[in-house]
């Protein structure tokens, strides 16, 4: 009954604790609760993975209403390995904060308390999407996480940051509409918003054009949201001109958890037979996810801003998940589920690594970072790391991935995608080289001649991200044992 009870925690406590944010006030205090309340969170997910790894499925029913006439919270291998990840990155980001010379400088001390309240809504909501088997809930926890993060997009101190927080907003709302609408016509067709009960009722009702429908408006909606190629035009912008410690949290989490909506959809919900073979949508995404990672890659490459260039990187790899996704087989979703984990660590190591280059040479084009890497040895070390393993060079998280995808390719006979999937490796050598190059070769800039390492405060959680790219590149087991856990689930292998 206590680790049921842990579901509920997993949500109120980050909740409870974000307003309390507002009253703390003072850098120092505030910084140290928010950080507490993080790694509470993370340990309450570490504990849920091990019970659901050891006895299934856990749930616990809202007010002691029991579903699916009231609000279920439910983990499984892929829900709480979602938690894990989610939770943790937002840990190990907030640490990184700091009480003093950190990226939280980037954001006016005005209104530091306000990025740490925001910061909480945004992780629970995040988490609460992850963790409700509702639909409703999901839409809520979807806009509780989406307006946070037009909030946080728009507290830098840069002009940019504003147009890009509307303009996500814009998109944002269009998305989350498209979801509402969705999810409004599946209640209309099985007078339920429980998920595992609404997937009972889908098999027996023949929902004919309404389920067509509802099908179209969540796989667009949840495209938008996840900025599935071309639908990610809001992206680049607000990854670029966001506070460097918001880019590193949303980069890693925001887009995951978009992709796992879209998972828990179509397995959970639709089920593989009507969305795979009635309605083929194992071609539409392998054709978006194919075409996104060959554009994306190819703009990444041109671009001069080094956070805009991660961001089209960031297009890209979501669609090596959603090519995963696309084989609906158990090695082609182990591929898709085991890089939510692996990017989130590798770009979210990378973008913390932006942060402690935009601390010291207040800004990220290529141009300014000539020869940094003589000036910050240590934080260009771990870009270059996490950049190997973006490129998916062996012994990287990123390798793995890759390699699980190649398999999925080769095990439908589809020589064609499996090498497609390696020479867009070779788009990921190029512009991460052009960043290695000018920081390591080229001589320093006027900027790069000012500039000193990082603080330790910073340079340890990069760090962290970093070498977890690394461990979880040689201790396979572990991310892709859960990965593989959680593909059974959703082509129901296993109960």
Known sequence: MIKQNL???????????????????????????????????????VVLLRQVLETGLVSYEMGGWAAPWGIEYRADPLSAFVLLFVSGIGAIV???AGLKDTALDEIPVSRQYLFFTLYLLCLTGLL????????????????????????LIGLGGRRQALPAAFQYLVMGTIGATFILIGIGLMYMMTGTLNMADMAERLVMADGGRTALVAFGFLTVGIGIKMALFPLHIWLPNAYAYAPSLVTAFLAATATKVSVYILLRFV?????????????????????????????????????TNIKRMLAYSSVAQIGYMVLGISFASTTGLVAGIVHLFNHALIKGGLFMAMGCVMLR?????IEDMAGIGRKMPFTMAAWAVGGLGLIGIPATAGFISKWYLIRAALEQNWWIVAVMVLISSLLAVIY?????????????????????????????????????????????????????????????VIP
């Open 7 to 45: 579901l509920a925690l997993q949500i109120v406590i980050p909740l409870i604790a974000a307003p309390l944010c507002i009253l703390l006030r003072r850098r120092a205090l505030v910084w140290g609760f928010a950080v507490l309340v993080c790694w509470l969170t993370f340990g309450i997910s």
């Open 128 to 151: 609460g999407i992850t963790i409700t088997g509702d639909l409703f809930n999901v839409f809520v926890f979807l806009e509780i996480s989406a307006l946070s993060s037009y909030g």
């Open 94 to 96: 907030l640490s990184s």
């Open 267 to 303: 397995f959970s919900v639709f089920g593989v037979t009507f969305a795979f073979e009635t309605l083929g949508l194992g071609g539409v995404l392998m054709f978006l996810s194919l075409l996104g990672i060959f554009v994306a890659s190819t703009v990444a490459i041109f671009q």
């Open 361 to 365: 040479l207040k800004s990220v084009d």
């Open 432 to 492: 991460v080289w052009r960043v290695i190059e000018t920081a390591f070769f080229k001589e320093p800039s006027a900027r790069a001649r000012e500039a000193r390492e990082a603080p330790l405060s910073m340079l340890l959680p990069t760090w962290v991200l970093v070498g977890a790219t690394l461990f979880f590149g040689v201790m396979t087991s572990t991310s892709a044992g859960v990965a593989g856990r959680a593909a059974e689930v959703l082509l129901r």
